[in-house]
């Protein structure tokens, strides 16, 4: 991915695979929401909270290119691909230890507040996505 907004380390846990040690598929939305939360507190903005709300998600698309298994090292690549009056779509790319695309797609998420009624993204919150 060209100028990702943000880049987080991981390393596929033995617990993240099956019992063949191939990570699991739904495993690797924990790494992707982790480097989503990372992203979102360095540019101080709200993840979650019960008296503000959050941003759920509403959609989700994924490919998968290459295997990874326990132990592998990988870097979870993010950037904002469009900013909307209440949602964002993120774009992500799993790069594993030989520089090669694991897993790509793309997030829809939703500002709520905390009844989970859709809200507009804050000027704040946009001068911090942007």
Request: charged letters at 25%; hydrophobic letters at 45%.
């Amino acid at each position: 991915m060209e100028n990702p907004d943000y880049i987080y380390p991981a390393t596929i846990a033995f617990a993240d695979t099956d019992a063949s040690g191939w990570m699991h598929f739904p495993t690797i939305f924990r790494h992707i929401e982790a480097a989503e939360h990372a992203c979102l507190k360095q540019r101080g903005v709200l993840v979650f909270d019960r008296a503000e709300g959050g941003w759920p998600r509403v959609n989700l698309n994924t490919d998968f290119r290459k295997p990874l298994l326990a132990g592998d090292v990988i870097e979870v690549q993010l950037r904002i691909a469009k900013l909307g009056a209440s949602s964002m779509i993120w774009e992500f790319e799993v790069i594993n230890a030989v520089g090669e695309v694991a897993i790509s797609g793309s997030m829809t998420n939703v500002r709520v507040d905390a009844t989970g009624k859709t809200q507009a993204i804050s000027e704040q919150e946009r001068k911090a996505l942007s």
